[in-house]
C-alpha cells in the first residue's frame, strides 16, 4: 500500500467564497476528523492530492504544523463537468488501527467456452484491515467457469490481516449463458398467429 505525503495547511476561511479562492491558487479544501476530534480544516495541494486519490485506498501523510497525522479519503467532490478535486473528507486513523474500507475485485482467467458472460454483482468488497496495510483491490480466478457458477464474498481470497466485512454469502459474481435474443421472438409470433387461427 502507497504512503503520500502532503503539506497541508490549516484553513481559517470558510464558506463558498474562500473555497473558490482556494481552487484559483489549485488547492483543495478538505476536512480531516476523526478519532473524537474536532474536525480540523485543511487545505491541501490540488495536483499532488488529485495524483493520490487516483490510487484506491491511498494512505496519506499529512504534515501539518510540523506534525504528521495520518488519514485515509472518506468522500471526494469532483466538479461533474470538468472533473477537478473541489473538496475531500479525511478520516484519521493510527498505525496499526483497523478500519473498514471498500476494496476493488479484479478477476484474471477465462471462462468456460461457449460464449458465457460475466455479471459482476458487486464491484467491490468491504473488507476490515491495518489503516496502514490497505489492499489495493483483491484478485479471484474465474478461469473455466460455465453458465450458472457463481463466485460469493466468503470465496475471493484476502491478504494476510484482512477480514470479510460484507456478508460472505454475498453473490460477487457470476456467470450467466449467452441468450439467442431473436430466436425466442420468432417463436412467440408463431404461437400467437397459431392461437389466432
Do not use: C, W
Not at 488501527?97 to 482467467?109: A, L
Not at 458472460?117 to 467457469?145: C, F, K, Q
Not at 456467470?175 to 397459431?194: I, M
Amino acid at each position: 500500500m502507497s504512503e503520500v505525503k502532503l503539506a497541508s495547511e490549516i484553513r481559517t476561511e470558510f464558506g463558498k467564497g474562500a473555497a473558490r479562492r482556494i481552487r484559483r491558487e489549485n488547492k483543495v479544501p478538505g476536512v480531516l476528523y476523526g478519532h473524537g476530534t474536532d474536525p480540523v480544516h485543511l487545505t491541501l495541494p490540488g495536483h499532488e492530492l488529485a495524483l493520490a486519490v487516483r490510487t484506491p485506498n491511498v494512505l496519506l501523510a499529512l504534515e501539518i504544523d510540523g506534525k504528521t497525522e495520518l488519514a485515509i479519503p472518506k468522500s471526494v467532490s469532483r466538479d461533474p463537468l470538468k472533473g477537478f478535486l473541489e473538496h475531500i473528507d479525511l478520516l484519521l486513523v493510527k498505525r496499526g488501527e483497523k478500519v473498514t474500507v471498500e476494496v476493488y475485485v479484479n478477476t484474471e482467467g477465462e471462462l468456460a467456452a461457449g460464449g458465457n458472460l460475466l455479471e459482476h454483482v458487486l464491484n467491490t468488497l468491504s473488507v476490515e484491515t491495518e489503516a496502514t496495510h490497505i489492499p489495493e483491490s483483491v484478485t479471484v480466478s474465474i478461469a473455466g467457469l460455465d453458465a450458472g457458477a457463481s463466485i460469493l464474498a466468503k470465496d475471493i481470497p484476502l491478504p494476510a490481516g484482512t477480514t470479510l466485512a460484507t456478508d460472505a454469502d454475498a453473490v460477487v459474481l457470476q456467470v450467466l449463458a449467452a441468450q439467442a435474443e431473436e430466436a425466442p421472438a420468432e417463436g412467440a409470433e408463431g404461437d400467437a398467429e397459431g392461437a389466432e387461427a
